[in-house]
């Protein structure tokens, strides 16, 4: 098998978020997704190159030259919904600029829409699922039509093959490739973290639960862990390549309770020292005080809550699984562990009314929550929200690049309950309510002072859409 040059392209995000309400506080991490990627191709022995058009201004002349420069035989794009504009611009120009490469992509909105991806753009094949063993198969040359979990163009037609299964060992995986990142260059703001750079993790795949707003195409519904042993060396191997704090992507990190614990056990016996936060948040039917407490000594410094709203009635609209109580002993629990805690918030949940949502933000600002997050609900293809909006005819656009949960949704959708002008009072509010609050100011000034951060978080509220 001749080795192959690879490259692949984080694509500019700055367009999608241009407009977001906290965009000060909008950050780019270096991928774990093509890291991850890139990691199998290497082990082949494939060249492999990764591109991040974040980390340039004149981001389309710059690629212009690594593809002339690199003259890579595939050229991959991973992207989301919103980002489908942007994957189809830097598509065209890749394949303007050099014919000749297989121009690849994959993600969630190519996973459950290949034909109509590749239908709208100018890639040959879409890799439907993970793509960790099929981008390897793809370059080794084997036929395509016996490669599984891809959809492909041939002879002006789509092809689609057989379903790929779930990789079962992600042991069996190997480390991200993080050399090929720049990781000096990634800064995070000191609202999010405590130390730079700073890198995503994931310590398993999957999630179990059915909540309606959220995709499963890509990682499915199997709770599928990696070993504590597999987590803690690869922790160990982020750290020798210079990451200073490590951000955990699961959705289920605590899923299994004895395994979280046994992961920061392995980390306090090998005294490794580093920040670690739950950027992605747990689970609060998923933690207990033990849990909380071994995480703290082992390092952890914050954690987010997956709350979503106030009203237990719209909590079971959306078939979150957990109860308010919950919500309030897990808050407490994190607090005496001495945990910073966030809380993740939404609104236009189905079938939601303004006294709900009144009920959120009562429930945000009475918690004892260090930070907390609201995002517009948004539809997003390949889940039950969609589905179920589609079947009755209130999804106005598949326009996806207006699929971003940051920003108002009144061109995507009709509310059951709600018109748009309301939603966007009371989106404000949320903010204007939690982070005005005299509470958190005091508390957030007392943390500024002592984590000297003072100066940038006051950069921060002066540039916040308040």
């Not at 407009?19 to 990627?37: D, E, G, I, N, Q």
């Not at 303007?96 to 094949?125: I, M, Q």
């Not at 090998?270 to 039917?285: A, I, N």
């Not at 326009?399 to 709600?418: G, R, T, V």
């Amino acid at each position: 098998m001749k080795n192959k040059r690879v490259l692949l392209i984080d694509l500019n995000q700055r367009p999608v978020y241009a407009k977001v309400k906290v965009r000060a506080v909008t950050h780019f991490y270096p991928s774990l997704c093509l890291a991850t990627l890139a990691a199998s191709c290497l082990k082949k022995g494939h060249l492999v190159r990764i591109f991040d058009m974040n980390l340039s201004e004149n981001t389309e002349a710059n690629l212009v030259k690594v593809l002339k420069k690199e003259s890579p035989d595939l050229v991959g794009i991973t992207f989301t919904t919103p980002f489908f504009s942007e994957m189809t611009r830097v598509a065209q120009l890749v394949k303007k600029n050099l014919p000749s490469a297989l121009l690849v992509a994959g993600g969630a909105h190519a996973s459950f829409y290949p034909k109509e991806t590749l239908e709208n753009s100018a890639l040959d094949l879409v890799v439907v699922g993970e793509g960790d063993f099929a981008l390897p198969e793809i370059l080794s040359g084997k036929s395509l039509e016996k490669i599984k979990g891809i959809c492909f163009k041939k002879n002006g037609q789509i092809k689609k093959t057989k379903t790929r299964e779930l990789i079962a060992n992600l042991d069996s995986l190997p480390y991200p490739a993080w050399g090929l990142h720049d990781l000096p260059r990634y800064k995070i703001t000191t609202f999010v973290a405590r130390a730079n750079p700073v890198g995503w993790m994931e310590t398993s795949r999957g999630c179990v639960y059915g909540c309606v707003y959220c995709c499963k195409a890509v990682f499915g519904r199997t709770f599928r862990p990696k070993s504590a042993k597999r987590v803690v060396d690869e922790i160990e191997y982020m750290l020798k390549n210079g990451f200073k704090e490590i951000h955990i992507g699961d959705d289920c990190f605590s899923y299994d309770i004895k395994r979280a614990e046994e992961i920061c056990g392995k980390i306090l016996a090998r005294g490794l020292k580093f920040f670690w936060s739950m950027e992605s948040g747990l689970r609060v039917d998923c933690v207990n005080q033990k849990l909380l407490q071994k995480m703290k000594q082992a390092g952890c410094y914050r954690v987010w809550f997956g709350i979503e709203s106030g009203s237990q009635r719209i909590i079971r609209n959306i078939k979150k699984g957990i109860n308010l109580n919950q919500v309030r002993q897990a808050v407490k629990w994190a607090k005496k562990a001495g945990l910073e805690v966030a809380g993740f918030f939404m609104i236009a949940l189905p079938g939601e009314k303004v006294e709900d949502i009144e009920k959120t933000i009562q429930l945000a600002t009475n918690l004892d929550l260090d930070i907390a997050k609201m995002t517009v609900t948004i539809p997003l293809p390949a889940t039950p929200l969609y589905d179920e909006l589609e079947k009755q005819g209130r999804i106005k656009t598949k326009n996806w690049s207006l699929f971003n949960p940051y920003m108002p949704a009144y061109q995507l959708y009709d509310h059951d309950n709600l018109d748009w002008v309301t939603i966007e009072k009371y989106f404000s509010l949320f903010y204007r309510q939690f982070y005005l609050n005299p509470r958190f100011l005091k508390n957030r000034l007392a943390s500024a002072i002592k984590n000297r951060t003072l100066i940038s978080d006051i950069k921060i509220a002066l540039k916040t859409k308040w």
